[in-house]
């Protein structure tokens, strides 16, 4: 029976041909403009502008020992892994209880906050560009990491409460109730059985905000000017008056990807699921 | 318990909920029936109401404030009514924007909904290529959205950058996306589709994966081609995810600023000043508070009508 399973599932699976080839070669061109700003961040800049080629005749790691020793570059850098982090945590611990009650219980104006929250991932960040340069400024946040960590909750904690309540509500209910029957107060419950359960969809979460927290510039560059400027700031503002140094840009561009690609592999089997919002 | 958990939370994608059968619009309530009713579930809501509160509902009512009057300085203003909303309803450039961001989400939708769906067919399902894949195809999300735009500055120019170079040179179409308006249009929209094509190709991956064995087995027997297997169990059983790639791929290409602002900033002239970009002008550059606030209210309202629309028409038809 096993086996028959086996092999249906096998054929089930079966793709035409080509369709293979197709693929890859999708993966191939989707690199290429990547691998062509890699190629440049390890040229020196006379040798981009002078001369086209195809590989690059001369390599050099002058490009990222600029970065790693001009304290602009790499405090903008650090200063985006400290906001982004701290978002993801306070993200979090705001949403998961939020996540455990539209997923366990019933209560007034339930449905109606669940999508109100999501309109919020729908408002476009330039419409509270003003607000917040005023408010943060005003309550003593602008230009503060925590500043940045939480204008960024706006889009992430709807998000986080989307995708944690998609995962939770695949877990039965019995489990919850069994816990209780057995003594288990809902706080020791949430924090000892249930966390651990949906520990993978917590590391999802964490890593879709983040990502968006990662890769959003329009807030953080405006609520920021110097001690928390993020890196994609710098980018932008490196274009100077003595032309754009494309070497240093391109190294910049390759060294913000690395932190996405190394987390991406952990969740790799989560990452459609969480894209889904939790709810394929 | 904790060997059962595991299964359940570590479940690729989609395993356990999809077995639940009833097809998901996204409530809550959609998938258990009853739960028990408690008020008391508030007091863990709180804190993302409260947070919420600070991040989105004190700045939109500000923003409402400044709609409504015309400020000269902290001290001194007057109250205009909705004076800000007919001169924003009426400008010129902002309609002209309105259209080219609704034209641009619409060729958005129409070419990276089809592609997405076409390369999740084609993604590998088993084996170690796999996580390969995912990971490919997943990478371009997670680049910040301007290094996105700087990575297509430097691919598309001409002179230094190999997509421009060999459609110049090799090909022999004079392309500039800096002078040029159509060809600043074009790289945007290949960038779009570069930067989020993945997305859409991730989610109908994840529905792809829950369509059950057998419903491939009856395809068998019935000796359905590759086609009409595609066409009757893949594509409906997509339903659900598409519509989350829609919504999804709406809302962002409609509120697109990041990446056209680093690549074209606006231009040519005004070729590709989408409505975030002419806002931030508006606002942050010119500092117009009155006509700024009336703009983001109306822009926020098309959003949520459309994407309301969008939600109602793609979850009623399929019952």
């Given at each position: 029976m096993a086996e028959e399973q086996v092999a249906v599932a096998r054929r089930a699976g079966r793709q035409l041909p080509w369709a293979r080839a197709v693929f890859w070669l999708y993966a191939a061109t989707l690199m290429l403009p990547l691998l062509w700003m890699f190629g440049m961040s390890i040229r020196p800049n006379e040798d981009i502008l002078g001369s086209f080629s195809l590989i690059p005749q001369r390599t050099t790691l002058d490009n990222y020992r600029t970065f790693f020793t001009d304290p602009v570059w790499y405090s903008s850098y650090l200063n985006s892994i400290i906001y982004t982090s701290l978002n993801a945590v306070m993200s979090l611990i705001v949403a998961l209880p939020a996540a455990y009650a539209f997923s366990r219980f019933r209560f007034a104006g339930d449905k109606h906050l669940f999508f109100w929250l999501l309109t919020n991932r729908m408002a476009p960040p330039a419409v509270f560009l003003l607000p917040f340069f005023q408010i943060y400024q005003s309550v003593g946040l602008f230009d503060t990491h925590l500043g940045v960590a939480i204008a960024h909750m706006l889009f992430n904690v709807p998000l986080a409460v989307w995708i944690l309540e998609g995962f939770m509500s695949g877990i039965p209910r019995e489990i919850d109730e069994t816990a209780a029957i057995d003594g288990y107060s809902l706080p020791r419950f949430f924090l000892r059985i249930f966390l651990p359960m949906i520990r993978s969809a917590v590391g999802v979460t964490a890593f879709f905000c983040f990502m968006f927290s990662w890769v959003e510039l329009l807030i953080a560059r405006t609520i920021t000017?110097?001690?928390?400027?993020p890196i994609a700031a710098t980018m932008t503002r490196t274009v100077s008056a003595a032309g754009v140094d494309w070497g240093l840009l391109a190294t910049a561009g390759v060294l913000t990807i690395i932190p996405g690609a190394i987390v991406i592999w952990f969740v790799r089997n989560y990452v459609a699921k969480g894209f889904a919002l939790g709810r394929v | 318990m904790t060997e059962q958990s595991v299964t359940v939370a570590g479940s690729p994608v989609g395993g356990e909920i999809v077995t639940g059968a009833a097809p998901q619009d996204g409530t809550p309530d959609s998938r258990v029936s009853v739960k028990p009713k408690n008020n008391r579930a508030w007091l863990l809501v709180l804190p993302v109401v409260v947070s919420v509160a600070f991040t989105a509902v004190i700045p939109l009512m500000t923003v409402v404030n400044f709609s409504v009057q015309d400020i000269f300085s902290p001290d001194d203003r007057i109250f205009v009514g909705l004076e800000w909303f007919r001169s924003v309803a009426r400008d010129p450039e902002i309609r002209a924007a309105f259209v080219r961001t609704l034209l641009f989400s619409a060729q958005v939708l129409l070419l990276e909904i089809p592609l997405g769906v076409a390369l999740a067919v084609a993604m590998?399902?088993?084996?170690?290529w796999v996580s390969v894949a995912l990971v490919i195809v997943a990478l371009p999300l997670l680049i910040p959205w301007n290094v996105v735009g700087t990575i297509w500055q430097i691919f598309a120019r001409?002179?230094?950058g190999l997509g421009g170079w060999t459609i110049n040179n090799v090909l022999g179409i004079d392309f500039n996306y800096t002078l040029d308006s159509t060809d600043a249009w074009i790289t945007v929209l290949i960038m779009d589709i570069w930067h989020w094509t993945p997305l859409v190709a991730l989610l109908a991956y994840a529905g792809l994966r829950s369509i059950p064995d057998p419903y491939f087995q009856a395809a068998q027997i019935d000796g359905a081609s590759a086609w009409s297997t595609f066409r009757h169990i893949q594509l409906p059983r997509l339903r659900g995810v598409l519509t989350i790639a829609i919504l999804l791929r709406f809302m962002d290409s409609f509120m697109i600023y990041t990446e056209p602002f680093v690549v074209t900033g606006g231009g040519p002239?005004?070729?590709?000043?989408?409505l975030s970009i002419l806002l931030s002008k508006v606002a942050v550059?010119?500092?117009?508070?009155g006509p700024a606030g009336a703009f983001s209210l109306l822009y926020f309202l098309v959003v949520q009508i459309v994407s309301y629309v969008f939600f109602t028409v793609l979850t009623r038809s399929g019952r």
């Open positions: 000017s110097v001690d928390a400027k | 590998p399902r088993r084996g170690v001409a002179d230094i002239g005004n070729a590709t000043s989408f550059g010119q500092f117009d508070l």
